[in-house]
């Protein structure tokens, strides 16, 4: 399995702006991150999917191992079981590389909404299952809601760059 192809500078890119995207929302000391009024779409997961979507050759997946790890360390959840649900589904994602290429905007994200939607089930089912303590489902909703409209803001320079190539 290939793991990577590409070089230090856009894993260093990766890395840096994957720990922007994890420390800002702990950043915020007014409110929490378990409120249930909070503002908080997850940035990075909207970051990852767009740059496997369009760009599968670049993508480290030890990088997302590594910060995706953080992220739950550093947000209080589950060590792990945020992160194997995402890397299966980028692995996935991954094997369908030829036909998500040249695909258009709606595609991505439809496969990012259904994606989206299958983790947080999964992850809800599995805090269920283990009897792990849950955040609040209104909670869960409205981080995924907020992250399925943060999405096009991270996918949409990609096609506006792949069409200035053309």
Not at 6 to 25: E, K, M, R, T
Not at 59 to 77: A, Q, R, W
Not at 150 to 165: G, Q, S
Request: aromatic share 16%; glycine share 2%.
């Amino acid at each position: 399995m290939i793991f990577y192809q590409s070089n230090y500078l856009i894993h260093i890119f990766v890395l840096s702006l994957g720990l922007i995207f994890i420390i800002i929302p702990t950043a915020s000391t007014s409110t929490g991150m378990s409120n249930t009024l909070s503002f908080y779409p997850d940035l990075f997961l909207c970051f990852i999917f767009s740059n496997i979507l369009n760009r599968p050759n670049t993508t480290n997946l030890y990088i997302i191992l590594f910060l995706m790890l953080f992220s739950d360390v550093l947000h209080m959840k589950p060590i792990g079981l945020l992160t194997i649900l995402v890397l299966t589904s980028l692995i996935i994602i991954r094997r369908f590389e030829v036909q998500l290429g040249k695909s258009p905007f709606y595609i991505h994200y439809l496969i990012f909404i259904f994606v989206i939607s299958c983790i947080q089930i999964l992850n809800i089912f599995l805090h269920q299952l283990f009897f792990i303590p849950r955040i609040n489902f209104v909670t869960i909703i409205n981080q995924t809601f907020f992250t399925l409209i943060c999405y096009p803001l991270f996918d949409i320079p990609y096609k506006l760059v792949n069409l200035k190539k053309r």
